[in-house]
């Protein structure tokens, strides 16, 4: 059964970091593109970091270009996210995904390629 448990929310304040991690069950993960997303309150699921299977790279959106770093560990089929200089608006609940499909890189972040999804963590930045 193919599982993904995210861990390592809470609250921290602006300009402060955190690190979540992504475990993963049932596979491998440097045989599936593993994302992350995170959703605010009355807002859509932001995918915002992935590392594609087909060519390893790993892709971030712009709104976390240089503050969040998403890294593999494939003796502890973990990834994690690095998240520094926290803002505010990057509160959210952040969710862990695996998808065993090839997927095109302009597709990457895209929550509907997506087929196994964890519980979410909430992370909280104060002002």
């Known amino acids: 059964q193919v599982q993904v448990v995210e861990s390592g929310g809470g609250l921290v304040q602006a300009g402060g970091s955190l690190r979540l991690s992504c475990e993963a069950s049932?596979?491998?993960?440097?045989?599936?593109?593993i994302g992350w997303f995170r959703q605010a309150p009355g807002k859509e699921r932001e995918g915002i970091s992935c590392i594609r299977t087909e060519d390893g790279v790993t892709y971030y959106a712009n709104s976390v270009k240089g503050r969040f770093t998403m890294s593999r560990d494939n003796a502890k089929n973990t990834v994690s996210l690095q998240m520094n200089n926290l803002r505010p608006e990057d509160t959210a609940v952040y969710y862990c995904?695996?998808?065993?499909?090839?997927?095109?890189?302009?597709?990457?972040?895209?929550?509907?390629?997506?087929?196994?999804w964890g519980q979410g963590t909430q992370v909280t930045v104060s002002p």
């Open positions: 049932g596979f491998s993960l440097d045989e599936y593109t």
């Open positions: 995904a695996a998808s065993a499909r090839l997927i095109a890189y302009e597709y990457v972040l895209a929550s509907f390629v997506y087929d196994y």
